[in-house]
């Protein structure tokens, strides 16, 4: 591999030309008018039609010397840093980029058009930007998820048993998952429409079927990886033997909670997995996903998986697991609420770091009763639940306070 770009079709909202001496590429996004390349040296660079600089637009990427992913939105852009954190430029009416405070221990990235989404290693999806047909609602009390796309409005979660959640704008049917959709391996989002990627390198496909969109060229088989435009689907396909979907390198865990390494593969089935843990076979691990719980530091360490079937076995790469011992870090996202009366109200918030922990939710300084988890729901808003309300955490290594999130129930009554 080279490290060059290649990149065609209309080079007016999707640049073709791509930018002078680049070189050294291992990872593209595109966004709308505008490309992004990410370099083997950790820096970020991007060119618009004809090849033109993004110098001086607002797509212009900040100077980084240590991101290790990218994603692209209509006009804004992600990125994960080595330390696992998020940065994020560009247009930000929708407030696409104001990263939640808190959000740490970020494994992939996804930007929908005015939207963006994380997954972090414990397996929690966090949504800021626009939100007006429920496209940043992610699921409220889940934290099992290994992969997350976004379409132009609606957003996908695949979770560790190989089923799919789907959220935001409906109009197309580009979240009506197919109960077929099972044991799926990979997800992609376009703009309008859904795909899913089988285990055994089947497709399913569900949402928009303009464009000839649900018409897949005959002869399509192996599939190891799937992608998503405005109106088309991309698929690349292998020669049957295991491909692997995810390319971690390291994952942090908190002491005493739950992390899942992931060794999902595409190629023909059956396929089996034996995983290791510094070169040797763990037994009884052999299933895609490795759940690791209770973390200590006997359980850090490097970890790898052998996928093997009838066209060949493959080995990942290491996976290093490192163990941290870390006051909570909270999350509570969501912002200030104005309710109608009467509406159902979740308000969420995402605690990291070590367990035991304990959490508390308070309003206007005085502990709600019942309310010791993250997730605080009210089913039927009343004026009584005006107030500003904190999440506290608190474990062996501190207490954490989260942001405010100020509920002010509107004089709408709601109903249906």
């Not at 099992?144 to 132009?152: K, N, R, T, W």
């Not at 409906?170 to 009506?176: A, T, Y």
């Not at 077929?180 to 949402?207: E, Q, V």
């Amino acid at each position: 591999m080279d490290g060059t770009v290649v990149a065609w079709g209309s080079d007016n909202v999707g640049p073709t030309s791509v930018a002078a001496g680049l070189n050294d590429v291992i990872a593209v996004s595109a966004g709308y008018g505008f490309t992004l390349a990410l370099r083997a040296n950790g820096s970020v660079t991007g060119w618009l039609a004809g090849g033109a600089p993004l110098t001086n637009t607002v797509v212009n990427p900040p100077e980084l010397t240590n991101a290790i992913a990218i994603a692209a939105g209509a006009i804004h852009g992600l990125a994960i840093r080595a330390d696992r954190t998020v940065v994020a430029w560009g247009a930000n009416d929708r407030g696409q980029i104001n990263i939640p405070t808190g959000l740490v221990n970020v494994v992939a990235i996804a930007a929908g058009f005015e939207h963006s989404v994380a997954l972090t290693g414990e397996g929690s999806v966090v949504v800021w930007g626009r939100n007006d047909y429920g496209q940043a609602n992610a699921p409220i009390a889940l934290n099992d998820f290994v992969a997350i796309a976004a379409g132009y409005f609606h957003t996908l979660g695949l979770r560790r048993d190989g089923s799919v959640l789907a959220w935001g704008r409906n109009l197309e049917g580009q979240i009506n998952v197919p109960p077929s959709a099972l044991k799926l391996t990979a997800i992609a989002a376009g703009g309008y429409h859904s795909m899913g990627l089988r285990r055994d390198g089947k497709l399913h496909l569900w949402g928009s079927t303009s464009d000839g969109l649900t018409n897949v060229p005959p002869g399509i088989t192996n599939v190891i990886a799937i992608a998503g435009g405005t109106y088309h689907r991309l698929t690349l396909s292998g020669n049957g033997s295991p491909v692997f979907q995810n390319s971690s390198t390291t994952q942090v865990g908190y002491s005493g909670s739950t992390i899942a390494l992931d060794g999902r593969t595409a190629g023909n089935t059956p396929i089996s997995y034996q995983w290791q843990f510094e070169g040797h076979d763990i037994f009884g691990a052999t299933s895609p996903i490795l759940t690791l719980t209770n973390l200590t530091d006997a359980l850090a360490g490097d970890y790898s998986v052998v996928a093997s079937n009838a066209f060949g076995q493959v080995a990942s790469r290491n996976v290093a697991v490192a163990v941290e011992g870390a006051a909570p870090l909270l999350l509570a996202s969501g912002g200030d609420a104005y309710p109608p009366l009467g509406s159902r109200l979740p308000l969420r918030g995402i605690a990291q770091g070590s367990l035991p922990m304990k959490l508390q939710w308070f309003r206007d300084g005085i502990a709600v009763t019942n309310a010791t988890n993250g997730n605080l729901v009210f089913p039927a808003v009343n004026a009584a639940d005006a107030g500003t309300y904190t999440l506290v955490a608190s474990n062996s290594f501190g207490t954490t306070t989260s942001a405010e999130i100020r509920v002010m129930p509107s004089g709408y009554v709601a109903w249906g």
